[in-house]
């Protein structure tokens, strides 16, 4: 009840290795569990995209000078940690033993950078949680350049997800949101958030978008059918932590 079924609650962590960025961020009330490697020059756009309510980062990089305007905005939202937590070979471990497997490789290639987010964004959920861990989903890579990065200026410009004032009310959102449960409109602001950058993917989803347009009644149907169904990730994991 105290979260907004309609947006996701996102929990981000940004860790450097090897001159490199990673950004992982997961959802405790779904499981949606992700992760990218940045650079500089992206580092403020994925922020602005992925809208964490909480951002986990190393204290020393904090009076870094060439971080000060991607992290401009996020100071009350950061929760700095000892660069130690962020170490990639522990991160490695960590997350062998929470998924039970010998090797991450079956997960995808991920840089050094990217495992040490993802395992510091699992420590501090045990951490927060108290050992009762939520259903979490395998991290799933972002890869590069499959997505059109729009930074933070632009997108409150363009008020995609919120007005100027700040408002779900009069955004792009707001306007085109006819889904019927909350799932839906979790998936529709995250596309719209972060649209699609390859024409294969865009047509398969205009095809269905299609199909569905042109058959008026099976669109009622599945409508009406999914209305009554609850938020099944959301109670899954509720019903995993006992809830």
Do not use: K
């Amino acid at each position: 009840a105290l979260l907004d079924a309609r947006r996701h609650n996102f929990l981000a962590a940004l860790a450097e290795a090897e001159a490199a960025f990673g950004l992982a961020w997961l959802d405790v009330s779904t499981g949606e569990f992700q992760v990218q490697a940045i650079d500089l020059t992206s580092l403020s756009e994925a922020l602005a995209r992925v809208d964490p309510g909480e951002l986990i980062l190393p204290d020393r990089l904090l009076g870094r000078a060439e971080l000060e305007q991607a992290l401009a905005g996020w100071d009350g939202m950061s929760t700095p940690l000892p660069a130690g937590r962020f170490d990639s070979e522990s991160a490695r471990r960590r997350l062998q033993d929470h998924y039970g497997v010998r090797s991450l490789d079956s997960f995808g290639s991920f840089t050094r950078a990217e495992i040490a987010a993802c395992g510091v964004v699992l420590d501090y959920v045990a951490l927060t949680q108290q050992g009762r861990m939520p259903r979490l989903g395998a991290p799933a890579r972002l890869a590069a350049g499959t997505r059109m990065e729009i930074d933070a200026a632009s997108r409150r410009n363009l008020e995609i997800d919120r007005s100027v004032s700040g408002e779900r009310d009069g955004s792009l959102l707001g306007v085109i949101d006819l889904t019927v449960t909350g799932a839906g409109a979790r998936a529709l602001a995250a596309r719209l958030a972060a649209p699609m950058t390859q024409p294969e993917p865009i047509r398969d989803r205009q095809d269905a978008l299609d199909f569905l347009r042109r058959d008026e009644d099976l669109r009622e149907d599945v409508r009406e059918t999914l209305a009554r169904c609850p938020d099944l990730a959301r109670a899954l994991s509720r019903l995993t932590l006992g809830r």
